[in-house]
């Protein structure tokens, strides 16, 4: 009997497309799509990968390697899943394998050279019911003191397929992976009492009260489990979270311990899903307005994808809130975008309140144990342990729904759902699209500034466009007024950064204890530092652009390697010592603010200063709880958050968000500003907007100004409809990267003369981006527009074979060639 008779196509986290496998008659059997098993690569090198395909008696003019072993007994990647991702591929020019490295956590992308390490945490807290036999054992023992690799620890214990053993440990947390180690992930464990075996019946249990008749505070504790467990199962008892018996019985840690010495209680520790909140539902659905009644109406009726355009503060969460209850009842589940993490601080108490534990988060900040817990808790659909509800960014898309019946896309203009680097170079919010006709699911995507493109696809018909014109609660738009910066500098009416009108209404705004978002969009204390003798300017050794000066620390940083140094007591070039900070980032606005204003409580919200784990909720919470006075901030703080004592926003200087060298420059400018314009009077307060700029009577902030987004949307589209440019027409950019600038040119040339035969004048560069050298490699780009009505896949294929026609050339061996389809 021929034993290879089944080829096994699998699938690995690489820029690699599938391979295929042979594997036994009887291995064969519990081979499923979408299961992890365990193949060689190359000499030494085992992965995990996916199976994506069998087939009988493959085609394959070569000998297949085995399969070397099986990791699950169920997929863990489900066929719509694979379907996404196959889509992804595709539509972005990427492999199969890059979507896969991107959607799935570490701990479930295994190879021989991964790092494993003991949780010691999670180890000196072992639960008593894990069975663990002797290869476990000795794993543990081995890492006790060390990071091992796979292949280390396969040769320690002498066991070849050592996978299922790390997965078992993995899986109980008691090991964790190298990208887990500075994490500090621990897990949650939580001890349970009950009652000792021993009593076992009515009469045991009398005996046991009367030999407390001298002990008050122990037959208190006793007596308060019974009422709890009651009634009492003497062959089962009851487990009772040791913290919720001590806190209702009010007794000590100390008089358990008299009970556990006298065999009345015992206990056990054991691992809690830190993903099940037992938040208790304190609120029912949200009462919503005639307005938001009728829009709810339409959304449940829609048959197609629905643009939700609210303006600011028209209640579009309450509707969101609604469509889930209705998803739920369903017994469905519900995914919600977000494009940034902070707004997940603010959305999840909103949701927790009304769902409970129902709801997980998925984003990067948590660790890849946390997201291994959301990954495996989807797909347990059904379950009474599975989530219904995934709060999360861009990257939520791609975890592994069993039954989604909605899919909400909030602030569905922002360019965060769009991914850069690495590939997949996807848009979520498109993605999310084609998720919905998968699963039949419904979708909204919803903003009080909707992308262009979208907006022109509502008005063509493509989605049903619901409108809300009104603020909840009757609530009004903010005021906005303009400070024109170049007057009142000559008038000398500005005080460091501050125009007078702008630090005199952030004063009256604190005396009547009101709150004030101050947004500047760049992080940082100053963009460059200059020498004034000579004119020198810090630059990054690897890209070139000049250094960010970071004052909390001293150093310069480039904020596109991360390359830094310290800052120079003295110019470098001519020795003087007169160097001076330029322009200004929200770090500088925070340092100025504390001189100017004293007295006022400040936060800052970028980059910078959330980089730890919950350092955005701390922050919000913060101001939200009106410890915080004055909230400094980038793009972070104009999406969606929600405060009801903000009487006053302040936009620092709108010129840098206008003259921006982009086409979207100012579709992302009248959406920044109106956007967090609309964090001022969401309540009974009215609000306030004051913009810095040099340039009042630019038409984007007129339009900012009267709250008019059927005027932008008209005025950009007829200039884009002149230009060519989306959503009039398709983009495909591609960049062409190498450290050496004369290669890279004569690379650029070589392929400029492959496509411009294919796309003629369609075809504009090789240019180089504003930045034109990157972590020291060079950049040239290329710009295709593509006619709506071309076919795409045909582009695209004839694009793929330009590229591999040029990479086949030994010179252009270390080229780098990126596409970024529907770039951003």
Known sequence: ????????????????????????????????????????????????????????????????????????????????????????????????????????????????????????????????????????????????????????????????????????????????????????????????????????????????????????????????????????????????????????SEVSESVYKFCEEKSIFTSAKKRIDRLKNDVVVQKGLPELSPA?????????????????????????????????????????????????????????????????????????????????????NLLKSGDKDGVDIILGVRSSLLLPFGNLGLIIVDEEHESTYKQYEPAPRYNARDAAIVLGKIHGAKLVLGSATPSLESYYNALQGKYELVKLTERYGNAILPEIRTIDMKRAYWKKKVVSNFSEALLNAIKDALARNEQVILFQNRRGFSPFVQCEACGHV???????????????????????????????????????????????????????????????????????????????????????????????????????????????????????????PDFRAYERSFQLMSQVAGRAGRKDKPGEVIIQTSIPENPVIRQVIRHDYDSFFVTQTDERRTFNYPPFCRLIVLSLKHPKEDVLREAAETLKTMLVKIFGKDLAGPEPPPVGRVQNKFILNFRIKLKKNADLNNCKRLISDAFTSLKTERKYASLIIIADVDPM
């Open 292 to 376: 938001q009644n009728e829009a709810f109406d339409r959304l449940k009726t829609a048959a197609k994808p629905v643009l939700l355009h609210g303006i600011t503060s028209s209640g579009k969460t309450e509707i969101y809130i609604r469509l889930i209850d209705e998803t739920l009842k369903e017994n469905r589940q519900v995914l919600y975008l977000l494009p940034e993490i902070a707004l997940t601080t603010q959305i999840i108490d909103r949701l927790r309140v009304v769902f409970g534990g129902r709801v997980g988060i998925y984003h990067s900040n948590f660790s890849d144990a946390e997201r291994t817990e959301v990954y495996n």
């Open 1 to 248: 009997m021929n034993r290879r008779i089944f080829g096994i196509e699998v699938l690995l986290p690489l820029y690699l497309k599938t391979l295929t496998y042979s594997a036994s008659v009887d291995m064969a059997d519990s081979i499923k799509a979408g299961i992890r098993v365990i193949i060689p690569l190359g000499n030494k090198k085992m992965y995990s990968g996916i199976v994506v395909g069998i087939s009988e008696n493959p085609d394959v003019d070569f000998e297949l390697k085995d399969i070397i072993g099986i990791i699950d007994e169920t997929p863990i990647v489900t066929a719509s899943q694979l379907e996404l991702w196959k889509w992804i591929a595709a539509y972005y020019m990427c492999t199969l394998g890059e979507v896969m490295k991107a959607a799935l956590p570490a701990c479930l992308k295994l190879e021989s050279q991964t790092k494993i390490a003991v949780n010691h945490p999670v180890y000196n807290n072992l639960p008593d019911n894990l069975e663990l036999d002797d290869i476990d054992r000795q794993i543990i023992a081995n890492l006790l003191d060390k990071q091992m690799s796979m292949d280390d620890l396969a040769k320690k214990t002498g066991k070849k397929n050592i996978l299922p053993n790390i997965k078992k440990l993995l899986d109980a947390t008691i090991v964790i992976v190298e990208e887990e180690l500075v994490n500090n992930y621990k897990s949650k464990f939580q001890s349970f009492i009950s009652l000792h075996p021993d009593i076992d019946s009515e009469q045991k249990l009398v005996e046991v009260f009367d030999s407390l008749k001298k002990a008050r505070k122990q037959e208190q504790l006793l007596r308060t489990y019974i009422e709890i467990a009651s009634p009492l199962d003497f062959a089962h008892p009851l487990e009772i979270p040791k913290n919720e018996l001590l806190d209702k």
């Open 538 to 660: 810090a630059k990054c050794k690897y890209c070139d652009v000049s250094l960010t000066y970071h004052k909390y620390n001293n150093v310069l940083t480039c904020h596109y390697c991360g390359y830094s140094i310290s800052m120079p007591p003295i110019c470098p070039e001519c020795k003087s010592p007169n160097i001076k900070t330029k322009g200004f980032g929200t770090e500088k606005i925070e340092d100025e603010l504390s001189l100017l204003i004293p007295e006022a409580r400040i936060e800052r919200l970028d980059l910078d200063a959330t980089k730890s784990k919950y350092a955005y909720g701390k922050i919000l919470h913060g101001f939200e709880a009106h410890t915080v006075d004055i909230l400094v901030g980038t793009q972070m703080i104009t999406k969606g958050l929600d405060f009801g004592n903000v009487s006053l926003v302040g936009i620092m200087n709108a010129d840098n968000l206008l003259n921006f």
